[in-house]
């Protein structure tokens, strides 16, 4: 009895034990997830991803890296990532329940992948070369930093194709006109711009007057980065101006008339109307207490040249010459009246004013000044040998203070008619070589004088302001002579500053000199730059309407 009581109770405690180990294995935590492989996002603008988790745990846990940007349900995990500014990311999402072997899901994202493109020149960024060689500046820029250093190789598409104003296909430039300071172009690490590179162009190898295309494209080398048409590149229009025979020169009234119209005119080629502007007028004063003649400029005339790289310089970009007009001012002081001394003195502070201002010269006009004070050092009598004084002082001062080409130019008015050589120090000085434009009263002509030529005066002088005309007869006469000018006044497009507008008129006038001249046409401007008030003009192309 004992023995099979005995033996039962052991039996009993075997099976019960093999029930408890059968148990045991029966609730083992299990753990899986509904991602088989490895989850990967784009740099940006992902979508979310969801990952179905199953166990029999009451619960569960997930560590991610902190760029993993995820939201827990009860039986899901929602994935999203932050965008990437920088390298590739890899790394991986850890789920945990229990005592279940924890599983693993690799996550990666791709590294950002920035636009490499030319900075912002315009499309036709268009150069008219009055020299030798030109340069411009431009920049490699991204747009926006990457985590590696981008390499962008620069080169010219030799098939690139280009219409100019008329519709005819512009030669791409030679490419041994042109060369950069480097080729292989750096942006480092977390920047978005290369340093500036320089593009230089031999204007010697080119056809005058033809219209050539530069077009700069640029493909990433190395790094992060890449180049998306069409804003890889860079279009420069470049022409080799050629000698006009008849050149057009125009007083811009600048108390109503903006400078950046002159931009607006262009004949059918694409080169200038225009090769030169006097801005009228700065003026020539006396100053009584201090006893001092010296160059004043009113609020409009100021305006312009302290904002010269807005106003000025892109009239000279495109090779059309800008000369400081100066007048008199109702009072002693005079173009024609300064002692020798005086012209010496005076002429280095107008050379001093166009040095700082980068103007190509100077026009002297001799109108409201009163009689000269001939008892002061500064006057003298009256004269046009004291205005040829003056010329001649305003050449050497201008030559010697400037490191570009510079000009003296007259209006035939007051004393300055028919200017004598000029004696200093014993050695004679003929009027070729401190007068480089002479420019007639308003309907006439000038008469060289001296060793001056046709090629240096003016044939005609038009006053567009009181609607006076270039008549076929006129633009004939300045041909068969030899006149190397036309001379235009008043010119007002805009009407805002107290002028009215005249661009009808002169435009009439403007394409009788283009085909007169040139065997072309005067294309119609596209937009307008007004002047605002006192000293105020804008920069803003406004459309003709």
């Given amino acids: 009895m004992r023995t099979s009581l005995l033996k039962n109770l052991i039996i009993t405690l075997f099976f019960g034990l093999c029930t408890s180990c059968i148990d045991k294995d029966a609730e083992q935590t299990i753990l899986s997830v509904s991602t088989p492989h490895d989850l990967q996002f784009a740099a940006s603008n992902n979508a979310d991803a969801v990952i179905d988790v199953n166990t029999n745990s009451d619960s569960w846990e997930y560590t991610a890296p902190e760029w993993v940007i995820a939201s827990k349900t009860e039986n899901s995990l929602i994935v999203n990532v932050t965008d990437n500014e920088g390298e590739m990311r890899n790394d991986s999402i850890i789920f945990t329940a229990y005592d279940a072997t924890p599983v693993v899901v690799a996550i990666s994202q791709s590294a950002h992948i920035a636009s490499a493109t030319l900075n912002n020149l315009m499309q036709e960024d268009r150069h008219d070369i009055a020299t030798d060689r030109w340069s411009g ?18 080169s010219l598409n030799p098939k690139h194709t280009h219409f100019d104003l008329t519709g005819n296909i512009c030669p791409v430039i030679p490419e041994e006109a042109v060369s950069f300071t480097q080729q292989e172009v750096f942006i480092t690490q977390g920047n978005t711009q290369s340093d500036s590179i320089t593009i230089t162009v031999d204007a010697t190898l080119l056809t005058p007057n033809i219209t050539y295309v530069v077009p700069i494209y640029g493909a990433v080398s190395s790094g992060n980065a890449e180049c998306s048409s069409p804003d890889n590149k860079i279009i420069y229009l470049i022409q080799r101006k050629g000698e006009r025979t008849v050149k057009q020169i125009v007083y811009l009234e600048v108390n109503n008339c903006n400078p950046l119209n002159i931009l607006e005119y262009n004949l059918a080629d694409g080169t200038p109307f225009f090769d030169a502007v006097i801005l009228f007028a700065a003026n020539i004063n006396y100053d009584s207490d201090r006893d001092v003649v010296y160059l004043h400029n009113n609020p409009n005339v100021q305006a312009l040249l302290d904002n010269s790289a807005a106003y000025l310089q892109p009239l000279r970009e495109r090779g059309i010459k800008v000369y400081l007009g100066i007048l008199g001012n109702h009072d002693a002081a005079g173009l024609a009246q300064l002692s020798n001394w005086g012209a010496e003195q005076w002429a280095q502070s107008v050379a001093e004013t166009c040095y700082t201002y980068k103007l190509d010269g100077v026009n002297l006009d001799d ?147 283009a085909e007169m001249f040139y065997n072309s046409q005067v294309m119609p401007p596209v937009h307008v730059y007004n002047k605002i008030g006192e000293g105020i003009f804008d920069p803003t192309p406004h459309l003709i309407k």
């Avoid at 820029?141 to 981008?150: A, E, F, I, Y």
């Avoid at 434009?437 to 002509?445: F, Q, S, T």
């Avoid at 000038?446 to 007869?473: F, K, W």
């Avoid at 497009?493 to 002028?499: E, L, W």
Wanted: contains cysteine; aromatic residues 12%.
């Fill in 367 to 513: 109108e409201y000044s009163k009689n000269p004070l001939v008892d002061n050092h500064w006057f003298t009598q009256r004269s046009a040998k004291a205005g040829a004084r003056l010329a001649y002082e305003l050449k050497n001062a201008l030559r010697n203070k400037c490191d570009w080409p510079t000009e003296v130019s007259v209006f035939e008015f007051g004393a300055l008619y028919d200017l004598p050589a000029v004696t200093v120090d014993g050695q004679t000085h003929t009027q070729s070589e401190f007068i480089d434009i002479v420019l007639a009263n308003y309907g006439g002509y000038v008469t060289p004088y001296g060793d001056l030529t046709y090629a240096q005066c003016s044939g005609a002088s038009i006053e567009l302001a009181q609607q006076r005309n270039l008549t076929e007869r006129a633009a004939q006469n300045i041909i068969n002579k030899g006149y190397g000018w036309c001379m235009w006044f008043a010119f007002d497009p805009s009407g805002t500053g107290g002028a009215k507008n005249n661009l009808e008129h002169s435009m009439q006038q403007f394409n009788v000199a």
């Fill in 137 to 154: 500046i431009f920049n490699v820029t991204l747009s926006s930093p990457v985590g590696n250093d981008v390499m962008v190789t620069l």
